[in-house]
């Protein structure tokens, strides 16, 4: 039994995957050509690789049809109505950010919040003897949102894209719709009510809580999990190094606290040789100080990984599954 | 997962409203999507079984009979004229944990003019059919949507408020919060300077002013609001000004909504509030005791049922009386029978077919395997 990692396949979310991938060493070769849509990952031999657009990949997860997944936090909420009973998010990647928000045409000057809207709605209503609809392609987003604000009379247009030109071409009144920069709504004249920000996403790495976690596949995740951490962990220090006599605990001590540092492998050495992680924005301070207490040199790199003995991602992953 | 079949006790149901007079509707199984998000919204819509067809019309498994028995009388030729229907079938909705197909019985009345009749002869079978079923004891709670909005029209409440209170009402949990910043003055609307200026103005003109801002920046309709439309919600906003209800009225809401007895206690209650807050509410009220004097004289025991203001339905578009017969033991916690008038319903399906005509309406849903459950049967 195969472990299923599911990335995108196109998209905007696709470069910024594929620079993820490669920097946690899960880089996919794709198997016959670029039109195949199975890969490997070198070195995972029970690991398949499904090249798949971003929001199918939330609907496999969802159906347990693929184990671990690369998808937006919108799209998870999207695929299924009960996301926490199916999927569990093991950390967010910290690209592909966009928001998901309520807007309505920019003429609608008396309608500045989800109050004005709801009040809005139920004039429609009865002036219309119809609803006012809303065109997204986010079903459980939006009715669990308008839920949230007590907002009844409206109905959904189901839109699969170019939502934001609903509301211009008559298919509906407003729209719940992505946005990064809100240029596009802008320049259809919309605009985003003060509270109607329904959810900020961005890329997560996800995993099915409903797909069959063989022992096999748990013994990938966790392989895979280890290198994403590894790499995690790697980014947030940069390795730092240096030797003089002068070096000893009670020096170590004092750069902990005042850089936040770490020594990966324990003090210095019997001849000084000491080696430091450092967080990148106290880097020029802890060379200052390394050398105003007798350092000649220090050296600073960046690192791939930084293996540990712990594994919280794949902890995240076994609590979920139980 | 079985198809569900009809018990020796349904097919006497059945029976039991064909000798009633009423028609048995077939509506087909499959029916337009577009119509069930339009008239009952998202709360329903979001249970839907859907499928599309050859054109990409979108097509839903029927999730109620509502929806299709009245449309079919609407665009039959008898749609002015009064007529009683029956059913009892297969309807389908995504239902958690549950199976997704399950039988549905009901009644509706359409067009009848002599509404309280209605509404007690609907209520009499309702609790003819309920006995069918179940010997041990059942309980009757009733209310009325239109007391509330009554009470709304006679406290000379601003639109915009009466607009929110009665959608309110109707989603439990919400009203309560409503009650509390009714009372509270609450904090500047926005563009509050230009409203200020607005307030007391002559309509018409503020009107004209806003709409004719609004065209200079090009914009007309938009949105399937016009100029005159967003020109009126300001105006409205100006009225609300920042001022909240007066205490005296706040209470007066807050007393009608605490009414919780036999309907005859009820009533009597509601008449004497009225009274003293000089509240003119006597057409609701007239018409709320001639249907409790209709349901003595159909033998309901109104001893034995329960009246109360706050009970409103969650489908939205009851806009009268509403009831629901409940299993006096507790056995079954849902409704086993549920209705009211839903006028409202009519009026947006009539708007929709283009048709002139207010068709007023009642019945009720019969959940017959809470009902087999109750009894005992299942």
């Not at chain 1, 905007?12 to 195949?36: N, T």
């Not at chain 1, 949230?148 to 298919?171: C, F, K, L, N, Q």
């Not at chain 1, 850089?259 to 802890?286: K, N």
């Amino acid at each position: 039994m195969t472990l299923v990692f599911a990335i995108p396949s196109k998209g905007r979310i696709l470069e910024s995957a594929q620079g993820f991938l490669e920097r946690s060493g899960l880089k996919p070769v794709q198997g016959r050509g670029a039109r195949d849509y199975r890969g490997t990952i070198p070195g995972l031999a029970h690991v398949e690789v499904a090249f798949l657009s971003a929001s199918d990949i939330a609907k496999e997860l969802a159906a347990g049809s693929v184990h671990l997944g690369l998808t937006g936090l919108d799209l998870m909420h999207e695929a299924t109505p009960e996301p926490e009973d199916r999927l569990v998010s093991l950390t967010p990647l910290g690209f592909s950010r966009a928001d998901v928000v309520v807007a309505v045409p920019q003429a609608w000057i008396d309608v500045s919040t989800m109050a004005d809207l709801d009040d809005v709605a139920s004039q429609y209503r009865a002036r219309h003897r119809s609803r006012m609809r809303v065109a997204t392609k986010y079903l459980n987003l939006t009715r669990s949102f308008f839920d949230r604000h007590g907002i009844a009379d409206y109905r959904i247009v189901e839109s699969a894209g170019a939502t934001e030109g609903s509301p211009a071409a008559g298919a509906a009144e407003m729209i719940v719709d992505i946005t990064t920069t809100g240029a596009t709504l802008s320049a259809n004249a919309l605009k985003v009510l003060d509270d109607g920000v329904i959810m900020k996403s961005e890329a997560h790495l996800v995993a099915s809580r409903t797909a069959a976690w063989s022992e096999r596949a748990r013994d990938s995740a966790r392989d895979m999990l280890d290198r994403i951490a590894s790499q995690a962990r790697a980014r947030k220090v940069k390795e730092v190094r240096t030797r003089f006599t002068a070096a000893d605990a009670g020096l170590v001590e004092e750069a902990k606290s005042r850089f936040g540092v770490e020594a990966p492998f324990g003090g210095p050495t019997s001849s000084g040789m000491l080696t430091l992680h450092c967080p990148p924005t106290q880097l020029f301070g802890l060379s200052r100080y390394l050398r105003d207490r007798g350092a000649d040199s220090v050296s600073v790199t960046e690192l791939d990984y930084v293996f540990s003995r712990d594994n919280p991602l794949y902890e995240t992953l076994a609590a979920a599954l139980g | 997962m079985t198809t569900p079949t009809l018990s020796p006790l349904d097919r006497s149901l059945a029976a039991l409203l064909d000798e009633a007079g009423f028609t048995r509707a077939e509506p087909p199984l499959l029916m337009a999507a577009d119509l069930v998000r339009d008239l009952a919204g998202e709360a329903l819509a979001r249970r839907l079984y859907l499928t599309t067809d050859a054109d990409g019309a979108e097509l839903c498994l029927r999730p109620d009979y509502t929806i299709p028995v009245v449309k079919a009388h609407l665009e039959g030729p008898r749609a002015r004229e009064a007529a009683a229907y029956s059913y009892l079938g297969p309807v389908f909705r995504h239902r958690q944990g549950m199976a997704g197909e399950f039988l549905q019985g009901g009644i509706e009345w359409l067009g009848r003019a002599d509404r309280e009749a209605a509404e007690a002869d609907v209520i009499a079978i309702a609790m003819k059919v309920a006995r069918l079923y179940v010997q041990g004891p059942l309980k009757l709670a009733l209310g009325d949507v239109g007391i509330f909005l009554g009470l709304t029209q006679a406290l000379d409440l601003s639109p915009a408020w009466r607009r929110r209170l009665a959608k309110d009402f109707r989603r439990s949990g919400m009203l309560a919060d409503d009650l509390k910043r009714l009372a509270e003055p609450s904090g500047g609307p926005i563009h509050s300077g230009l409203l200020a200026a607005l307030q007391g103005s002559d309509p018409q003109a503020a009107r004209d002013l806003v709409t004719d801002l609004l065209s200079i920046a090009g914009i007309s309709t938009v949105g399937g609001r016009s100029a005159g439309d967003i020109a009126e919600r300001l105006l409205e906003q100006a009225a609300l000004g920042s001022g909240g209800l007066a205490p005296d009225k706040a209470a007066v809401i807050e007393r009608v909504l605490a009414i919780d007895a036999d309907p005859l206690t009820a009533e009597a209650e509601l008449r004497a509030i009225a009274a003293e807050a000089n509240l003119d509410m006597g057409a609701a009220l007239d018409r709320l005791a001639h249907r409790h004097a209709l349901l003595e004289k159909a033998g309901v025991n109104l001893g034995a049922a329960r009246f109360s203001t706050r009970f409103g339905r969650d489908v939205d578009y009851y806009t009268g009386l509403v009831f629901e017969i409940h299993d006096g033991t507790g056995t079954v916690d849902k409704p086993l029978i549920g209705g009211g008038r839903y006028d409202r319903l009519t009026e947006m399906m009539t708007a929709k077919l283009g048709l002139d005509l207010a068709v007023p309406a009642v019945g009720c849903g019969i959940w017959v395997e809470r009902l087999a459950l109750a009894g005992g049967r299942a």
